[in-house]
Structures are given as structure tokens and as C-alpha cells.
């Protein structure tokens, strides 16, 4: 069973090579994005087009891949300055169903002590 509720999520500014498998984008997470590619982290990637996504987690004894391609349209990836953008696992699903993260706000807590 793959538990991902605590994964914290990066997604990375710069589009990358897409011939990248596993071993590539762990390598970029180590060297670019100066993060622990052996961690319980997901590291989210696209392509120059904008089309299709790749996330790379560890899971305890291997590295697992994940791919999606759109069929029509781009993912909205949000603006960033600093070389990755830290999310939920929410917004992932919604970046994932094709909704723009600079669109969407999730709701205000609201500080409620008692009835």
C-alpha cells in the first residue's frame, strides 16, 4: 500500500528532459533543487510543452515513477521564483485535473473556540 497523505510535494520550476527516467530526476532533485531524493517527498516535473508531469517519490526500497499526459491543453504550473514550489497533496490532484493553483484558494480555516 502506497501512503502519500504525509508526503510533503515539490514541483519544479524549470521544465526538463523527458528522457530523464528515474535515476536523471533523482539526480536532479539531489544536484538542482538541493533537496533528499530519499526522502517521503514527491518531486513533481513537466516538460517544455507543459503537457505531461512525472513525479518521482522514494518508497522505502525503490524509487517509483509516475507519468501523466494530457491529451488536450497544458497544466497550469504556478509562477515561482525559487527553483521549486512546495504544495499540498491536494493541490497536486488539482494541478493534476487540469485546475490553475493561482486560481483556486482553499477555503479559511476560521479560529473557532466554542459554540
Known sequence: MIDLQQAQVYLAREPVDFRR????????????????????????????????????????????????????????????ADPVFSCTLRELHWLLDGLDLRALAQPEKLPIQRI
Not at 539526480?27 to 513533481?44: C, G, M, N, R, T
Not at 508531469?53 to 504550473?77: D, S
Request: glycine share 8%; with cysteine.
Open 21 to 80: 527516467q528515474i535515476d536523471g530526476l533523482a539526480l536532479h532533485v539531489q544536484e538542482e533543487l538541493a533537496l533528499d531524493p530519499f526522502s517521503p517527498q514527491l518531486f513533481v516535473f513537466r516538460n517544455r510543452a507543459g503537457d505531461k508531469v512525472k513525479i518521482l517519490y522514494w518508497h522505502g526500497n525503490g524509487f517509483c515513477l509516475l507519468y501523466k499526459r494530457l491529451e488536450r491543453g497544458c497544466f497550469a504550473w504556478p509562477a515561482m
